[in-house]
């Protein structure tokens, strides 16, 4: 599975901006992590293909939103109300197994990485 990320930029705080992770195969769950200049790699949200369930970082939530749309095999994280700690390069990853226990917060979950896309959130 190869994944594409992409519409990262500059964005003022409060604004929105949109992003995409268009793959060219199948997977079970999508999710979306970020890595900020200095700091470790964080869990940012997740849907679940088949049933669209979604897991949220608490931080996240109220604030961003994922989505899928099955037709273009893609899914976005929608960023509303940005603020500059957004600032991170974010990064699409896909699980092609489904079921058994599993943490979809853990990037060791996930079997594919995109190649991320840098937002800049400007004060």
């Known amino acids: 599975v190869q994944l594409q990320a992409s519409g990262g930029g500059l964005v003022q705080s409060g604004g929105s901006l949109r992003l995409s992770c268009t793959a060219s195969?199948?997977?079970?769950?999508m999710g979306w992590f970020r890595q900020a200049p200095g700091k470790e790699r964080e869990f940012v949200a997740s849907?679940?293909?088949?049933?669209?369930?979604?897991v949220y970082a608490d931080s996240m939530k109220g604030r961003f939103t994922v989505s899928r749309d099955g037709a273009k095999n893609t899914v976005y994280l929608q960023m509303n109300g940005p603020h500059p700690e957004d600032t991170a390069v974010y990064y699409c990853?896909?699980?092609?197994?489904?079921?058994?226990?599993?943490?979809?917060?853990?990037?060791?979950?996930?079997?594919?990485w995109g190649q991320g896309t840098l937002v800049t959130v400007s004060s």
């Open positions: 849907i679940t293909w088949r049933n669209g369930t979604r």
């Open positions: 990853a896909a699980k092609t197994s489904y079921g058994g226990t599993i943490d979809l917060q853990i990037g060791a979950e996930y079997d594919y």
């Open positions: 195969g199948t997977y079970n769950h």
